[in-house]
């Protein structure tokens, strides 16, 4: 696999191309790093390549928040300068200015 380096950084906010919902990414894989299984549940006209960088989201949409793992090729900045309200986000970040998350400093013995 020709593996690229990735667009959207942790921490910055984000919107999907196609669905209704937003997120701060938390995580990247280089390259698609699921399972098979949930690869082709995705619809075959809207399914990403495997090769490119997939993003671990706290999502939130107008009805709750989750988690989701989403395609860079489906993925834009979201520039609205608001927080992303999904609950998770007070654990893995210390604090949202100019429209992006800071992460907390990790703590090692």
Do not use: C
């Not at 299984?37 to 989201?57: A, G, T």
């Not at 939130?60 to 608001?82: I, K, R």
Request: cysteine-free; glycine content about 4%; aromatic content about 12%.
């Amino acid at each position: 696999m020709n593996s690229r380096l990735a667009k959207f950084a942790i921490g910055q906010v984000v919107r999907h191309r196609i669905f209704p919902f937003r997120g701060v990414v938390f995580d990247v894989d280089p390259v698609f790093a699921n399972t098979e299984e949930w690869w082709e549940s995705i619809p075959e006209e809207i399914r990403p390549i495997k090769d490119q960088p997939f993003y671990h989201l706290l999502a939130e949409n107008e009805d709750n928040s989750y988690v989701a793992y989403v395609s860079e090729q489906n993925l834009l900045p979201d520039d609205s300068g608001e927080p992303v309200g999904h609950p998770q986000t007070a654990v893995i970040f210390e604090s949202f200015d100019d429209g992006q998350y800071k992460l907390r400093p990790r703590i090692s013995h």
